[in-house]
């Protein structure tokens, strides 16, 4: 069963890790998918010529998802490669870490800038497309430290429960027109980003976490798939964690 045939999706960061996985069970579930990426020109390349050779239509867009410019040009592209889009999904997210004694100015903007403002430059470009559309989709990727907060994160965990309640509002905002909002709330998933944690913060998360092990992106993916598909119709304003138990 294709659970997300004939239906189009925008996913921001899709060169790699989390995104990458997404795009990728988004094709095997038959919908075409237009993604972005910031600088991985290569990377994006190659997920390409993967999604495509799932018999779908799929196109990577350079793109910075914090620049609200950028995300206009974008979805105006994208309509007009793709006709549509059914389901966007806010991916695109950075970390600089510090304890706040040392957080830069810099490291707090470029955080907020990429994992937040995206969230408003992306769906403001899409909600009328999907008005128009009767109906949408937009799942947010947020994180389990938006819910807990995390040392050394302030500026990540600002961002995410940022998200929360953006999403929130945008789903009281738009459920009666169809076009539904929710969240995903990883915990520690296998990517780039988690690979450059030390070995002693590593394990310190895999001793708290329930099922003893770190995510994999398809596992993150298949949530965005339920929550993106007609299978979650009646879903809108939640917060999925995704996360072996990690936030219980
Ligand atoms: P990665 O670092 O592996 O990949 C990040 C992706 O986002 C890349 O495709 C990157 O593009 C893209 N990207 C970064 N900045 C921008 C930008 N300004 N505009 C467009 N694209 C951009 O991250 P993950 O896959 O681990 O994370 C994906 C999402 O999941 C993030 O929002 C993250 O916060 C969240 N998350 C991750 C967790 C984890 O454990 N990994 C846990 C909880 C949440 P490029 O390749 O060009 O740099």
Do not use: H
């Not at 997920?47 to 799929?58: D, F, M, R, Y």
């Not at 609200?68 to 040009?73: G, P």
């Not at 955080?111 to 430059?121: D, E, G, H, M, P």
């Amino acid at each position: 069963m294709s659970l997300l045939a004939d239906k189009v999706a925008l996913i921001t960061g899709g060169s790699r890790g989390i995104g990458a996985a997404i795009a990728l069970r988004f094709a095997e579930e038959g919908a075409n998918v237009a993604f972005t990426y910031r600088s991985s020109a290569e990377q994006a390349k190659a997920v390409e010529a993967e999604l495509q050779s799932k018999g779908i239509t799929a196109k990577g867009y350079q793109s910075d998802a914090g620049s609200f410019e950028q995300s206009e040009a974008l979805v105006s592209v994208v309509l007009a490669d793709f006709g549509k889009i059914d389901i966007l999904v806010n991916n695109a997210g950075i970390t600089r870490d510090n304890l706040m004694l040392r957080m830069t100015e810099d490291q707090w903007d470029a955080v907020i800038a990429t994992n937040l403002k995206s969230i408003f430059n992306l769906t403001k470009q899409v909600i009328r497309p999907m008005m128009k559309n009767r109906g949408g989709s937009i799942i947010n990727i947020s994180s389990i430290v938006g819910v807990t907060g995390n040392a050394g994160q302030a500026n990540y965990a600002a961002s995410k429960a940022g998200i929360i309640g953006f999403s929130k509002s945008i789903a009281k905002e738009m459920g009666s027109r169809n076009l539904r909002c929710n969240v995903i709330a990883p915990g520690f998933i296998e990517t780039d980003m988690t690979d450059e944690l030390d070995e002693k913060t590593k394990a310190e998360y895999l001793n708290n976490i329930p099922m003893k092990r770190l995510g994999r992106g398809d596992e993150v993916a298949n949530a965005c798939v339920f929550l993106g598909s007609d299978l979650s119709s009646y879903v809108t304003g939640q917060v999925l964690s995704v996360c072996g138990g990690l936030n219980t």
